[in-house]
């Protein structure tokens, strides 16, 4: 999911640009990892870190927290990103209620995962509480990538040419494309923003989700697939 800003890809976590969101097969480790972070799971295996560490922030957080959009009558957790990380979704509302609700979840399962990465907290419910199935296991990796590398990243990722195809009842699937070109790595041991890295081709992504709708009513993500250098999504 994320570059040398991020992973290009969950087999390529050595090298950490941008956050570029991806799917790959998962290890045990990082489910674990994940669990820990959303407050809970397995619990037999690997020990891996307690909690998913992001860059230690160190300041004042972002004052737009994802809303708990109490009007639809669901609690939901708060996600916060620092004020030097920003998620950008364009498009507005597409003038259909439904379509414009499992946007809504979509994004504050994006925001929930890059808070995962760039905000060190002990927990970060928000992660559990937006994803599910292979997805919950692709994020887990995804995070890991960055802790073991001791990477974060600043700056602002947009999403836009979003997209919702209703498969069939409680299931849909959501598209957009991804710009990463103005995020740069954090070196979390010096706490160094590297701003030297010219945005590439590889730092737009086509993004493919499938979302299932629990018994909450949240628009989970459950499978996420992408690929890098999508003339789609390239300018």
Same mark, same amino acid.
């Given at each position: ?12 976590l +050595? ?12 290890? !045990? ?27 230690? +922030? ?12 109490? $009007? ?5 957790p ?11 979704? $364009? ?6 209620? @439904?379509?414009? !609700?499992?946007?809504?979840?979509? $994004?504050r =399962? ?18 559990? &509480? ?15 990538? &960055? ?8 700056? !602002? ?8 195809? &209703? ?14 070109? @103005? ?14 890295? $010219?945005?590439?081709?590889s730092?737009y ?13 949240? =628009? ?6 992408? +690929? !890098? ?7």
């Amino acid at each position: 999911m994320v570059h040398s800003r991020e992973p290009s890809s969950y087999q390529e976590l +050595t090298v950490i640009r941008r956050p570029t969101l991806l799917a790959a097969a998962a290890l !045990t480790a990082a489910v674990l990892t994940l669990s820990a972070c959303g407050g809970g799971g397995d619990g037999d295996s690997a020990k891996d870190s307690d909690k998913i560490a992001g860059a230690d +922030t160190g300041g004042e957080k972002s004052k737009s927290p994802s809303p708990k959009a109490s $009007e639809d009558g669901v609690d939901r957790p708060e996600v916060t990103l620092p004020k030097d990380v920003d998620n950008v979704f $364009e498009g507005g509302k597409t003038g259909d209620s @439904k379509k414009d !609700t499992v946007l809504a979840d979509n $994004e504050r =399962w994006l925001d929930s995962l890059i808070e995962a990465v760039t905000v060190d907290a002990e927990d970060h419910p928000g992660l559990k &509480f937006y994803t599910s199935g292979d997805a919950l296991l692709s994020s887990a990796q995804y995070i890991q990538g &960055f802790q073991k590398n001791n990477k974060s990243f600043v700056g !602002t990722i947009r999403y836009y040419d979003r997209q919702v195809t &209703f498969l069939k009842e409680g299931v849909a699937a959501v598209s957009y494309c991804k710009d990463g070109t @103005k995020t740069y790595p954090k070196d979390l041991k010096t706490g160094k923003v590297d701003r030297s890295i $010219e945005g590439s081709a590889s730092d737009y992504a086509f993004v493919n989700t499938r979302v299932k709708k629990n018994d909450k009513g949240v =628009w989970q993500t459950d499978s996420v697939t992408s +690929t !890098t250098a999508s003339k789609k999504c390239t300018p």
